[in-house]
């Protein structure tokens, strides 16, 4: 197979153009769903997919194809895509390599005279991050229909605006029913991504070939205590939502190292208490936890242990608890037909690469409910992600958008 020529340069160009547009002050990346930096992201990609002549349309969640025309328009297209919304401190990897990297892989198609018999679309998927809402994946969970519309309507972000009031921000309009995918509707989804852990560059491997993808879950706790004041109100009989919060995320920890699996995580990443003064017993607090394993019974034990420890020690500590379950999903097991097809392209490429799980989660895990899906992992530095020190070499990326563009060549036949 002779490699196709690719401008690694020009794509390491636009990986750090896109990384200047943020909410935060560079390096530090942040682009929360439909903020300015992400609609501005937006913009950028799409002048990007239009200068390499690809057809763009946007459904009702703002999920973003751009798409080259196949010469056979009864064949099932294939997809690549990924996001560019980026959690707060993040670096400049995450996501935008599958996209940018994408859209670099369609252009050396492109000017290698390549024509593909199936349509090839690059998706830019709408809040993969949970910042906004507490739930991530919010494009691909409508698109695969893992999410119904009745339930996005009801998600509001901490100012207690709603996903409606968020997609008219970004001039997304139209019923979020029309945003469903038929099953099938793509003969294959390839998605390029750093791995977000250390496996491939402690085995000096450039490739990873995702087979399944670790199953997620998030839970969302509101405290409510009784504030007062600090120097008047004394020890006894507080009911300090502060405290209350604290012991859970303790919780958190026992639980999950308690399952007898190394596979099992768990993060309690939010905690917001109120009123936030130093002389001030906290009166609320909300906690939003993260729980994830490779396996759902070990996962799903370690939910209901966090669950019953946060009910015993709100009431022992007199605090009101409301808590919910944001999203409960099981892993996503990829396609193995196409991770041989990605693993061949290897091969023929002489290019070191293993079959391995993710455990971040990505849109592939809602896309793999709908066609044949798997992932292209390359290494990253440390196996450090979601921090702004995140970084591949533009050598990883090249070797990752060289093998997503002969699996696009040749799922697209
Ligand atoms: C995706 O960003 C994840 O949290 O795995
Ligand atoms: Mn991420
Ligand atoms: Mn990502």
Redesign the pocket.
């Known amino acids: 197979m002779n490699p196709i020529a690719m401008d690694i340069q020009r794509l390491q160009r636009e990986i750090d153009e896109l990384a200047l547009i943020t909410e935060a002050e560079p390096p530090v990346v942040t682009r929360v769903l439909f903020s300015e930096a992400d609609l501005r992201g937006r913009e950028f990609v799409k002048k990007l997919c239009r200068e390499a002549g690809m057809v763009l349309r946007a459904d009702a969640v703002g999920n973003i194809f751009a798409r080259w025309d196949g010469t056979k328009e009864n064949l099932a297209p294939v997809a690549t895509g990924?996001?560019i919304d980026a959690i707060p401190n993040a670096g400049k990897y995450?996501?935008v390599v599958?996209v940018l990297g994408a859209i670099e892989a369609i252009r050396a198609l492109k000017k290698s005279g390549y024509q593909p018999q199936r349509s090839i679309d690059l998706i830019i998927f709408t809040a993969?991050?949970p910042t906004r809402f507490g739930i991530g994946c919010i494009g691909s969970r409508l698109l695969s229909g893992v999410l119904s519309p009745e339930k996005a309507a009801t998600f509001r972000d901490r100012d207690g605006k709603s996903l409606d009031e968020w997609r008219g921000v970004a001039h997304y309009a139209g019923s979020l029913d029309s945003v469903r995918l038929p099953k099938d509707c793509y003969a294959a989804f390839v998605e390029l991504?750093i791995e977000?852990g250390p496996v491939l560059e402690r085995e000096k491997t450039a490739i990873g070939i995702v087979e399944k993808i670790a199953a997620p879950s998030t839970l969302r706790m509101q405290l409510t205590g009784v504030g007062g004041h600090a120097g008047g109100t004394l020890m006894p009989g507080r009911r300090d939502a502060l405290l209350a919060g604290a012991e859970i995320a303790l919780a958190v920890e026992r639980a999950v190292t308690g399952t007898g699996s190394p596979d099992t995580v768990g993060t309690t990443g939010v905690f917001r208490i109120e009123p936030g003064a130093v002389n001030s017993v906290p009166c609320r607090a909300l906690l939003e936890i993260d729980v994830r394993d490779t396996k759902v019974a070990t996962r799903d034990a370690a939910l209901a242990q966090i669950e019953a420890a946060a009910k015993e020690i709100c009431q022992r500590r007199l605090v009101t608890l409301q808590s919910e379950r944001l999203n409960v999903d099981p892993p996503a097991v990829c396609d193995s037909a196409l991770a041989e097809t990605v693993a061949d392209v290897c091969r023929q490429l002489g290019v070191s690469h293993k079959k391995m799980i993710s455990r971040?989660y990505?849109d592939t895990l809602f896309m793999a409910q709908i066609c044949p899906s798997t992932m292209i992992f390359i290494p990253c530095r440390g196996g450090i992600s979601h921090r702004p020190d995140e970084f591949s070499s533009p050598e990883q990326i090249e070797t990752g958008v060289r093998i997503l563009t002969q699996t696009l060549a040749q799922a697209a036949g």
């Open positions: 990924s996001h995450d996501g599958g993969e991050e991504h977000q971040a990505h």
